[in-house]
């Protein structure tokens, strides 16, 4: 499942370079045909990447909340819940033995 979720990642993430560029290069005709100036198509360009950056990290919460759903629906427990279930299993471990020793 993992590797299935890396895919998809990187694929989006290829998706978005391959338009980021697409649009640098679309917005480097305009500047070279005069229907907008360098300033113009550098602040496009900032606005593009900002857009990006806030959909990647929108993305990013949809994906970990559908993998979170998934893990529950799954049964699948969360390193913090086998972290607690560790610290019980040894303070019981350790309860049996000194019942054992008395």
């Known amino acids: 499942m993992t590797d ?4 998809a990642l990187l694929a989006g993430l290829g998706a978005s370079a391959a338009a980021a560029k697409a649009a640098e290069r679309e917005l480097k005709k305009l500047v070279e045909m005069g229907k907008i100036n ?9 606005q593009l990447a900002e857009k990006g950056s806030k959909q990647v990290q929108e993305s990013r919460k949809s994906l970990e909340g559908l993998i979170l759903k998934s893990m529950n629906k799954a ?6 819940e086998l972290q607690d279930l560790k610290r019980k299993v040894s303070s019981l471990e350790k309860k049996i033995a000194a019942r054992k020793k008395s």
């Not at 299935?4 to 895919?7: H, Y």
């Not at 360098?38 to 900032?46: C, H, N, P, T």
């Open 75 to 80: 049964g699948i427990a969360r390193d913090r």
């Open 38 to 46: 360098a300033a113009e198509a550098e602040k496009i360009l900032g």
């Open 4 to 7: 299935l979720i890396k895919k």
